[in-house]
């Protein structure tokens, strides 16, 4: 075989190590229990805060409402006007968003991370347009497109498209160059130097990006029902503030963060499953 | 020896006269597009102004009062906003990351109010605080606040321990230790989260305006939009989007100041 050199090692850093810098030089090890332990502490303690202090009148009820009055208001929202169903509308708009803009900016990401020519032709253009806020884009791509669902769902879907165009562009042009020199060495082909090379380098930061794609769905989802969607959470959000019920305020939101805690436990379970190696550090 | 095709990859060469060309003619291409395809009647002109429709219609709207006084309006939030989040999200985060027992304890709720959508927050300070000037940029600040916080507390825990005890075997003073090698070793993941808050900032700024505001950019394009004075809206919207790419330009070239040196 020619072309055969010995090729450096990759000078890859070691991972982070989970230490707290106590200023004194001594590493700590804060193990994961303790992390456990400490969080749910102080779960429980905030809750139970939330609880009492308003009950026992060191906060304004009004201000504040205890926990345990949320209980009468979400069996109302639930029962009576229909609140699962804004919910689930809500699920569908941004799921529907970050797969429509997620996999567009993944597409063209991974292309312009891949050819220099596309990156020449994609690179600029998303550069500009990244930092300008979506919203103010509202009225134009809803005078294209008609303010239904397919016009809110493009509108969620441009986040989601901006963070996974740059975010898997710099998955693959970040890559060490290293580790195609050895694949090549060795004589690889293309395709295999793809599935075992450059998707498995690639794909600790997709999933990162794909952690701020679903971000970014969900506030454009939100948002867009503030603004133009007769249903879902942002409506009833907007609603409660119109009425100015705090308490249909604050159950949105848990809701709301619910949904979201349940999307990023689903996508730690991905990164847990196709990032094994992950798991040890 | 058969000779297989090899991976050939562009790997950050950087661009050259080919792929600088053909970066230049894609966005001629576009600008031309914006001004060619609403003239020519391809496109429905009322809908979608054109270029130069578009920055006359901005030219007409400075010389007139009204609309300098919505940019500024629009300006002042978004950095008094910016400036408030920052700041708070600054302190705090630097008070968690040493303070790691607090920091664990406090964790969930840092999470939770991190994860959720920052405009969900609206209504709950909106009904705390009435719809106020001050209501309007806590709103605002509530993003770069979280991001700031979170951005923080990654940077101080991921200091090296091998560098703080290198500082320790010299017997640096707790003072020198922080300004010297927390502090540096932060302030990448800091700029990172400050580049972040700007984009941020301002979603939140227009946001508010459109929902709840008589005034700024984001009031000026929504009522624009909803009298069907498109010209107005398109120009209201350029203005905006120059905000933050500007502003989001300037973020970049402070953190190249900043940080100085390459990881």
């Known amino acids: 075989m020619t072309g055969l050199k010995p090729a450096a090692p990759p000078a890859t850093p070691p991972p982070p190590a989970v230490t707290a810098p106590t200023l004194r030089g001594r590493r700590r090890k804060i193990s994961r229990r303790t992390r456990l332990v400490y969080g749910g502490v102080g779960t429980v303690l905030i809750i139970a805060a939330w609880e009492i202090l308003p009950t026992a009148g060191v906060i304004d009820r ?18 009576e006007q229909h609140f699962d169903r804004d919910i689930r509308n809500t699920v569908v708009r941004a799921l529907l968003g970050l797969l429509l803009g997620g996999a567009t900016g993944t597409f063209i990401g991974v292309l312009s991370g891949l050819s220099k020519y596309a990156s020449a032709v994609f690179g600029p253009v998303i550069a500009l347009c990244y930092p300008v806020p979506v919203l103010i884009m509202l009225p134009l791509i809803l005078n294209a497109l008609g303010n239904g669902q397919f016009g809110w769902v493009v509108l969620i879907g441009i986040g989601p498209f901006f963070t996974m165009a740059i975010s898997s562009r710099a998955a693959f042009a970040d890559l060490s160059r290293v580790y195609v020199e050895v694949a090549k060495s060795f004589g690889a082909s293309r395709r295999m130097t793809a599935a075992r090379v450059l998707i498995p380098g690639a794909l600790p930061a997709l999933l990162s990006g794909a952690r701020l794609a679903l971000g970014a769905a969900l506030l454009g989802t939100i948002s867009t029902e503030y603004l133009v969607a007769p249903d879902g959470i942002g409506r009833v959000m907007y609603q409660a503030w119109n009425n100015l019920t705090l308490n249909a305020a604050m159950v949105a939101l848990a809701v709301t963060a619910a949904l979201a805690l349940i999307s990023y436990g689903v996508l730690s379970l991905v990164e847990r499953l196709v990032l094994p190696w992950k798991r040890a550090g | 020896m058969n000779v297989r095709p090899r991976a050939r990859l562009p790997w950050s060469r950087g661009p050259n006269a080919v792929t600088s060309s053909i970066s230049l003619v894609t966005v001629a ?133 091998t560098h703080l005890d290198v500082a320790c075997s010299f017997g640096c003073s707790r003072l020198f230790m922080i300004r010297k090698v927390v502090a540096p070793a932060a302030l990448r993941s800091i700029m990172a989260g400050f580049k972040i808050s700007i984009g941020v900032a301002l979603f939140a700024t227009i946001a508010v305006e459109f929902l709840f505001e008589s005034s700024g950019l984001g009031y000026f394009v929504w009522h624009s939009w909803g009298t069907i004075q498109m010209n107005n809206a398109m120009a209201g919207a350029v203005t905006a989007a120059i905000i933050g790419i500007v502003s989001y330009g300037l973020a970049a070239a402070s953190e190249r100041a900043v940080i100085r040196w390459r990881p």
């Open chain 2, 29 to 161: 291409l576009i600008i031309a597009m914006w001004e060619v395809l609403p003239n020519s009647g391809l496109i429905d002109k009322t809908k979608y102004p054109a270029l130069s429709t578009t920055f006359r219609t901005l030219w007409n709207l400075i010389a007139h009062e009204h609309f300098a006084d919505q940019f500024t309006k629009t300006l002042e939030r978004f950095f008094a906003g910016l400036l408030l989040g920052t700041l708070v999200g600054l302190l705090l985060g630097i008070a968690l990351g040493m303070l790691d027992r607090i920091q664990m304890t406090l964790q969930p709720l840092v999470v939770v109010l991190y994860t959720v959508p920052r405009v969900a927050l609206f209504p709950i300070i909106l009904i705390w605080l009435g719809l106020n000037e001050n209501a309007v940029w806590i709103m605002v600040s509530t993003g770069p606040l979280f991001v700031m916080l979170i951005a923080t507390i990654e940077g101080i825990r991921n200091v090296s321990g």
């Open chain 1, 62 to 79: 009004r201000v504040i409402p205890p926990v345990g009055s949320l209980w009468p208001t979400m069996r109302s929202m639930f029962g």
